[in-house]
């Protein structure tokens, strides 16, 4: 046989045992234009092998770095960069220290990966790498990296990223069992944490989170008005136990650029919310409200808004609301239904870190939906206290449900002697009455500029104000490893 022959033959099998390699960076980075989710997309292999003009990506044996994408540009290129700083890392952690166990358990963890035995982790994996191991208050918890031999073929990302929880001083033999998996992620990410029921304290829970070496975290309790920012003793990875957490918030350095600030983990109420609570929050209530559905509703709020909140939140006005437009709660009517519906809309804001208010509009239809669901929310965002009795509060209801230049159902919560409610769009005037201190209009989009004013029984004006903006602002959180 000759030597083009054997080389022929050679590729021949070669390819048999290949896969044409979609382009995952390409759906990465379509994936992260669109909402910079958590499970974002992946890139390509940097080595290619043609065979008969298809392309096929060939991993080296033992790999442990991610390769760059091509065009270093691309906003994911800086997540990846520093995805992969985090993966060349050196283990933190006491018990990381140990150089003999932390091998010991990156071989047990790539033997079970190898055996198909993680159900979210099924692709031919090179290396597994621990990035933290410590015992924490009871638990031995780690968190390792399985570093694929090609992206993942439904993400596109080439590292997945495993935490690991067993008990204190747990063998590498029982912390490397699939008893221990506490989260899978298909993406190992430049940050990473985990939340872990702590068995010592019922309800309570044990956090831990790791950014790349050479990053710092910061600490600073929930201000009133400044951040006081002190650096954790631990540098690039931080730990909160039931004794040590606290209401505050989280920054991570990397030199002179902060990548991360969020929340710390908790909310400034606990389950279920307290009578004296309930009873601030109801404190300058308009409408209807109901103190059981208020008291629910509260605690979900404060619960997913966390410790963005500088205070706990208040119910702004409550009642029945005839005449909303059924595209606000279901969406676009469909041939039959009615055009309009009746539900009971209630309304919370709160105060939030770094100035300004957030708020909720809950909306339960009379008529259960056609998707089954039993309430629908909006959000909006005003400068100032919206629960001021004298003040005029105007929220949509649909928010960028409908879009377009459909009309636009608003709610205008008015002080308690407001009769009417009048809008003044360029150009025309729309009125309305008032009922409990709430009044419902449909108004054309957009309404940026609209001013909306209470009017008294002889047409004297009692307040005044603007459409609040729709949407949950975040100024304060930062999320930066995309950026250079």
Known sequence: MTVDEELSQALAELSRSLAPQPDPYGRARARYRRMRQRRLGGLALALVVSVGGAAFAVAGPGRTTQPPPADSTEPFAHVLAWSDKLLQSPPRGAVARDSTYVRQLSELLLAIQRRQELPRLTVPVSTVKVLFADDVDGQRIALAAFVRDQPDPVTGWPSAAVWLVAEEGASAQRLASTAAVRGTSDALEPYESLAVDDPSSPGKAVHVAIAPAGCAFLSSPLPADAFRWTPEPTGSYLIRTPQTQRPEWWRVDCGTVTRKMTPGPGSLAAEPIT??????????????????????????????????????????????????????????????????????????????????????????????????????????????????????????????????????????????????????????????????????????????????????????????????????????????????
Request: glycine content about 12%; proline content about 7%; cysteine-free.
């Open 275 to 484: 009578d004296a609570q309930l009873a601030t929050a109801m404190s300058r209530v308009r409408g209807s409200a109901t103190e059981q559905r208020a008291r629910e509703l509260v605690y979900q709020y404060v619960q997913s808004e966390g410790y963005r909140l500088s205070g706990l939140p208040k119910v702004v006005w409550g009642g029945h609301v005839a005449g909303i437009p059924s595209s606000t709660i279901d969406g676009s009517p469909r041939a039959g239904e009615p055009s309009t519906e009746s539900a009971t809309v209630t309304v919370l804001a709160a105060p939030t870190v770094g100035g300004g208010w957030v708020g909720e509009v809950t909306i339960e239809p009379d008529q259960p939906r056609s998707d089954g669901a039993v309430s629908t929310s909006t959000y909006f965002t005003v400068a100032t206290d919206p629960t001021d009795p004298a003040g005029l509060l105007a929220v949509s209801l649909d928010g960028d449900a409908v879009g377009g230049e459909s009309p636009q159902a608003l709610l205008v919560v008015t002080p308690a002697a407001a009769t009417s409610v009048r809008i003044r769009p360029a150009g025309r005037q729309m009125a309305t009455a008032v009922s409990n201190s709430g009044a419902v209009l449909t108004v054309p989009r957009p309404t940026a500029g609209l001013v909306v004013e209470a009017l008294d029984a002889s047409g004297g004006t009692l307040a005044t104000g603007q459409v609040a903006k729709d949407g949950a602002q975040r100024t304060l959180k930062v999320d930066a490893w995309n950026q250079e």
